[in-house]
Every structure is written in C-alpha cells, then in structure tokens.
C-alpha cells in the first residue's frame, strides 16, 4: 500500500512573478493542496530592489502583490490564505499595514488567522515580510 506522503504532490514555485529567493529556499512550496508561502519581501521582481524606502504603506503593498504573484503561479487565490505571520521591525505600523491588509481581504467574515511579531531587523534594512499557508478546497 502506497503511503499518503508518497501520494502528494509536492512541487517548489518559482516564476519570474515574484522577487528570486536571497537564499537557498523556493519562493512557494506545494504539498497536496496545501501551499507554503515563504516570508515575502517588499522586492520589486523586475529590478531585485527593495520597494518604499521606510514608507510602510509601500512596503505593504509590494508584499501583498508578491504574495498575490506566488498564490496565483500555483493556482490558488487570497480566498485559500487560512494563515499568516506577519514580522514587523515597527508594532506602531500595524494599523497602516492593516490599512493594506483589508484591501486583499476584504471580507471581515473570512480574515485568515494571523499572528503579528515584532522583530529587531529583517533582511536589506524592511520593516516587513510575510509568509503564509493556502489551502485549496
């Protein structure tokens, strides 16, 4: 009998959608119909650059469109996040960040659990990353 791991499908994404990894991870990662959303950052894909300079709101926005680019790459939507973690090098910023947030989860019905941590630094001096899970079905 074939066990239930060897049964899933397990897939990295990767697209030119979304900012390449700065490290040795995949951007994406499917097991079943689960998605793994690595931390993302506030990168431009086309340039490699961080985005925003400090503004939150930019910053924000960048995030949630690179977010956007790896749950549409392997087939799944805003609609599936059933979870996220948000790091914040500012608390003070979360009602702004927020502000974002609503404009891709509009539904105060159907938000994803979310846990926000407030951290000393992140990678090229942001003040924000996500990562998250999708399911689908």
Same mark, same amino acid.
């Given at each position: 009998?074939? @066990?239930?791991?060897?049964?899933?499908?397990? =897939?990295?994404?990767?697209?030119?959608?979304?900012?390449?990894?700065? %490290?040795?991870?995949?951007?994406?990662?499917?097991?079943? *119909?689960?998605?793994?959303?690595?931390? &993302?950052?506030?990168?431009?894909?086309?340039?490699?650059?961080?985005?925003?300079?400090? *503004?939150? #709101?930019?910053?924000? &926005?960048?995030?949630? =469109?690179?977010?956007?680019?790896?749950?549409? &790459?392997?087939?799944?939507?805003?609609?599936?996040?059933?979870?996220?973690?948000?790091?914040?090098?500012?608390? *003070?910023?979360?009602? #702004?960040?927020?502000?974002?947030?609503?404009?891709?989860?509009?539904?105060? *019905?159907?938000?994803?659990? =979310?846990?926000?941590?407030?951290? @000393?630094?992140?990678?090229?001096?942001?003040?924000?990353?996500? @990562?998250?899970? %999708?399911?689908?079905?």
């Amino acid at each position: 009998m074939e @066990s239930i791991s060897a049964a899933l499908v397990r =897939r990295a994404i990767h697209s030119d959608r979304f900012p390449k990894p700065v %490290a040795s991870y995949s951007q994406g990662f499917e097991c079943g *119909n689960m998605l793994f959303i690595t931390g &993302q950052l506030p990168v431009d894909p086309s340039t490699g650059l961080k985005v925003g300079d400090g *503004n939150i #709101t930019l910053e924000s &926005q960048q995030v949630m =469109r690179n977010m956007q680019a790896v749950l549409e &790459q392997a087939g799944y939507g805003f609609s599936d996040v059933v979870s996220a973690t948000v790091y914040l090098t500012d608390i *003070n910023t979360l009602d #702004t960040f927020d502000t974002v947030w609503q404009e891709y989860f509009p539904d105060s *019905n159907a938000y994803p659990s =979310r846990a926000v941590v407030e951290v @000393s630094a992140l990678v090229l001096g942001i003040q924000l990353e996500i @990562s998250a899970i %999708a399911i689908k079905g």
